[in-house]
């Protein structure tokens, strides 16, 4: 059974520090990976989705990466702003599942002014 | 309005009644979702539905009933409540070979309490 870990569950960091923020996942036999951003008592927006076959993906001050096999994927916040304070999720896509996703807990991102 | 929206936002019922969650989407997309977000768990898939008339058990399906008569609507029924069914659900939408391939667009989500 596919388990993913999101790891801190909580982060604190000054405005303008680069980041990073971890999830890794048991089984090795994904189709994609997903990051989504939640703001409290919003749903979830997708900020990045890595397939299988790619090793990174990039959008503004955001950089995902993928290692399939060692079963990690990292979301690198460049410069980051009080905005991003959210909780970040990651989801697999499990190949067996036909677009089900697997998600971690999340880890909770507060940027402090 | 354009996108995914469900409804009610909030509810509070008691223990024994049937409940029913909205969720309507614009885009036309195939794939639709249901998930139950909890403390402790995280988001579990509950059913979701690869077309109009398909549909399939997720993780947590016990005590839930879904139809998809219509692309664009996908309800949620709660059948006879129960208190371990409190929880904020959300619905969510996919179009799986379409721009954003696999993408899951989601609702504001429904707070569901039962008293």
């Known amino acids: 059974k596919q388990e993913v870990t999101q790891i801190p ?3 604190s960091v000054p405005e303008g520090e680069n980041l990073v923020l971890n999830c890794s996942f048991t089984d090795s036999a994904i ?3 997903q990051w989504f951003r939640q703001d409290p008592g919003k749903g979830l927006t997708s900020l990045l989705l890595i397939q299988s076959s790619q090793r990174e993906q990039t959008s503004g001050r ?3 990466s993928l290692d399939k096999s060692s079963g990690r994927s990292t979301l690198y916040i460049a ?3 009080p905005g991003d304070s ?3 999720l990651c989801a697999v896509r499990i190949i067996q599942g036909a677009q089900k996703l697997v998600f971690g807990q999340g880890t909770r991102l507060t940027i402090n002014p | 309005d354009a996108g995914i929206t469900q409804s009610p936002r909030y509810k509070i019922t008691e223990t024994g009644r049937q409940v029913t969650l909205m969720c309507h989407q614009t885009w036309s997309h195939s794939y639709m979702f249901w998930y139950r977000q ?3 768990h995280g988001l579990r898939l509950i059913y979701y539905s690869a077309a109009a008339d398909i549909t399939d058990k997720g993780e947590v399906p016990d005590g839930y009933v879904v139809s998809r008569s219509k692309t664009e609507n996908f309800p949620l029924t709660l059948e006879s409540a129960t208190r371990s069914q409190t929880s904020v659900y959300f619905c969510a939408s ?3 070979g379409g721009v954003g391939t696999d993408t899951q667009y989601f609702g504001p989500g429904t707070r569901l309490t039962v008293l």
């Open chain 1, 9 to 11: 569950a909580a982060l």
């Open chain 1, 31 to 33: 189709y994609n990976l």
């Open chain 1, 62 to 64: 955001l950089n995902a």
């Open chain 1, 79 to 81: 410069a980051s702003q």
């Open chain 1, 86 to 88: 959210a909780t970040y």
């Open chain 2, 38 to 40: 909890d403390l402790g």
């Open chain 2, 94 to 96: 996919s179009d799986p």
